[in-house]
């Protein structure tokens, strides 16, 4: 029985938490291990009744790019839009499969270039560890961030100098702003409206607020007005695209391992993991998933 089947009209939707063993945490996704036959309007659909930030849909892989059964193309859809990458639907894709073939290693063909990731069994829990595509930081122009800084009703004091704003990217481009204080980041009440507004003309997914608890521990939140969600609780894309704003910056040097800790401030906390290797430009994203049942 292969996991991709062409007879079944209706797919079976699972719902996963990812970057938490706990139902109650981390960010829960959609997943369609079977969407042959379904079309963009269709997944669309799907993803909007569902509510999640992301779902996630796989159809069979193109032809060579992996061994047979461990590998998949994969498509996001938010509930407004379909986005070119998503961490955490990944994630909880990637512990979906595992949960029914066994960890390992498995391959996803997504829009933003092929995402290798490897399933291991972390205690009770099984653990999956994305690499991203190649990162990239981009400026980001003073009205730019003035007019984001307005949208979210933050005072440019309020930022951190020590963390510049960029525009990351590791598959999906998200804007990284740094507040200067804990308190800061845990006030966010932003223009929904005005905010979409700029991250639609700049392209962006997320924004990627920030505060640095110390050298590799840093707190995080993500609006996403574009996609029809107020703010995702733990965004594994971002986590990738900040890898490569801590590293390109010199916050940090590889080998290292980044923890971001993040959705504690909506009551569903996640802890994603960001490990930065030697010689190695792309962003290690991991965590754990569950099923959420009932």
Do not use: K
């Not at 790019?65 to 994630?91: D, K, Q």
């Amino acid at each position: 029985m292969t996991l991709i089947d062409t007879a079944r009209s209706t797919p079976e939707v699972l719902r996963y938490t990812a970057f938490s063993d706990d139902p109650e945490g981390g960010n829960p996704a959609g997943v369609v291990l079977d969407a042959a036959g379904l079309d963009d309007a269709a997944q669309l659909a799907i993803a909007a009744g569902l509510g999640y930030s992301e779902t996630a849909f796989l159809t069979a892989p193109p032809e060579g790019l992996g061994e047979p059964g461990r590998a998949f193309t994969i498509r996001y859809f938010s509930p407004l839009a379909e986005v070119p990458f998503c961490g955490h639907a990944t994630v909880a894709t990637a512990v979906a499969l595992a949960e029914r073939t066994g960890p390992g290693d498995l391959v996803f063909a997504t829009l933003a270039g092929p995402v290798p990731v490897t399933v291991t069994e972390d205690g009770p829990a099984l653990r999956a560890t994305l690499t991203s595509v190649e990162p990239h930081l981009t400026g980001v122009s003073p009205a730019d961030v003035t007019e984001a800084l307005a949208a979210l009703d933050w005072p440019a004091a309020d930022l951190d100098p020590a963390l510049p704003p960029r525009i990351a990217y590791a598959g999906a481009r998200h804007l990284v702003l740094a507040a200067a204080t804990r308190e800061r980041l845990a006030r966010l009440d932003y223009d929904f409206d005005r905010l979409a507004t700029l991250m639609r003309r700049l392209d962006l997914t997320t924004l990627q607020l920030v505060w640095r608890e110390s050298e590799s521990v840093f707190h995080v939140r993500a609006p996403f007005p574009v996609g029809g969600v107020i703010e995702d609780p733990a965004t594994g894309a971002a986590a990738a695209a900040f890898g490569a704003y801590a590293r390109t910056l010199g916050l940090v040097t590889a080998p290292t391992t980044l923890t971001l800790h993040q959705g504690h401030d909506l009551g569903r906390p996640g802890r994603l993991t960001v490990e930065l290797r030697a010689g190695d430009p792309r962003s290690h994203v991991g965590g754990t998933a569950t099923a959420i049942t009932g």
